[in-house]
């Protein structure tokens, strides 16, 4: 074999590597163990900012009323509109939650090109706890979830606990491909990530913090603009001293049918925020994509007709990795039901691909239906500026 022949040879096994490293990193995370001494639980104030709503937004909301914590929660939920649909279902909720400290309050503000985040900070003003938690809308958590997630502060120096959370209502065939990018590779890269540097950002399914921190970086109102508003929060919390820390209790996202369309545009604007956030990163991670090196491996094979062993190698390649795919899933969902299906797994991994290629390829995201431009730094102005 050549030199040219051993470079596609060289980047699969690379990739491979890779892959095999990620793993072991999924497997050594205590991920879903609970904590046993449950008497550690300060007062908190939830945040959650609103925007419309589906089949699935009321069973989600209703999963933090029935909190096992015995400590005092406060309940803020959010809104720009008061005509927004979802003020229904959270009315509807608090007269069937009655004796909790719950409001829902409507933030007809637009402070910046971030609503959610705008929301936020119209909403922070009204918390009365030392601590802060910011859950998105479409989360589901377990009835142990707050004692778990508070766990870690008791360690004065830990300034931000987030978690892992996986998609649970794949509904359609696009959904399910999503499902592999977030429930088997997503949070097996991020443990990945942290062999080599500490968490410095917050994954923004579930972020809590301490209030003095949150006032220390100047609030809510100085992430207005930006698009990635958890990964600053985290990034900016971590910047003055304060370790972040992983819950192992993993939460669920719920969404209505999603198809090609709707999906293509949200990993693109995940690929394109991770893009800006960490631009040296997110280029050499083309290297980790095992389907794409070992492809080209097995298709120069092919084409000039090398030994059997070597598309055999290739396909040994693709073979592993679809099978990863499927432990790794199976390890977050705790279940082998419902997983996406293995023959999903290098579409999945080819969409990637494209989708790596796009991020590079312009600064336009489309969030929660309205187009908007990114500066070089990561902040947002609307698409008709």
Not at 92 to 120: I, M, Y
Not at 155 to 161: A, E, I, K, Q
Not at 323 to 331: G, K, T
Request: with cysteine; hydrophobic share 45%; charged share 20%.
């Amino acid at each position: 074999m050549n030199f040219p022949e051993a470079i596609p040879a060289a980047l699969a096994l690379l990739s491979l590597g890779l892959l095999i490293w990620q793993w072991i990193a999924a497997v050594r995370f205590p991920l879903h163990r609970r904590v046993t001494d449950g008497s550690f639980a300060p007062a908190i104030t939830l945040l959650k900012p609103l925007k419309g709503c589906n089949g699935t937004t009321a069973a989600s909301l209703q999963s933090w009323f029935i909190q096992d914590y015995p400590g005092p929660i406060q309940f803020l939920f959010g809104v720009a509109r008061a005509d927004d649909p979802v003020c229904k279902i959270v009315r509807e909720l608090l007269e069937k939650n009655p004796g909790h400290d719950a409001q829902l309050v409507v933030c007809a503000k637009s402070l910046g090109a971030n609503g959610k985040v705008s929301t936020l900070a119209q909403l922070e003003p009204l918390a009365r706890h030392s601590l802060i938690l910011v859950g998105d809308a479409d989360v589901r958590v377990p009835p142990d979830f707050l004692k778990n997630v508070v766990a870690p502060l008791r360690d004065t120096n830990v300034g931000l606990v987030n978690c892992f959370y996986r998609l649970a209502d794949s509904t359609t065939t696009a959904m399910r491909c999503e499902a592999i990018a977030i429930n088997a590779d997503f949070w097996s890269q991020v443990l990945q990530s942290t062999a080599f540097r500490p968490l410095d950002f917050a994954l923004g399914a579930v972020m809590l913090t301490r209030r003095e921190l949150l006032a220390e970086i100047g609030g809510f109102i100085t992430l207005v603009n930006c698009l990635a508003d958890d990964y600053q929060l985290g990034h900016r919390i971590e910047r003055h001293g304060h370790r972040i820390e992983l819950c192992p209790v993993v939460v669920e996202c719920w969404e209505g049918p999603m198809c090609w369309r709707d999906v293509w545009k949200r990993q693109l604007r995940w690929a394109r925020t991770i893009r800006v956030c960490q631009p040296a990163p997110y280029f050499l991670s083309i290297l980790s994509h095992a389907t794409f090196w070992a492809l080209v491996w097995l298709t120069t094979s092919l084409a000039r007709s090398q030994p059997v062993s070597v598309p055999l190698m290739a396909a040994v390649c693709l073979f592993v990795r679809i099978v990863i795919a499927q432990n790794l899933q199976s390890r977050l969902m705790q279940s082998r039901r419902n997983l996406a299906p293995p023959w999903l797994v290098p579409i999945k991994d080819l969409q990637q691909v494209a989708i790596w290629a796009g991020a590079f390829l312009g600064n336009t995201v489309e969030w929660r239906g309205q187009k908007k431009r990114m500066r070089p730094d990561g902040t947002l102005l609307p698409e008709n500026v």
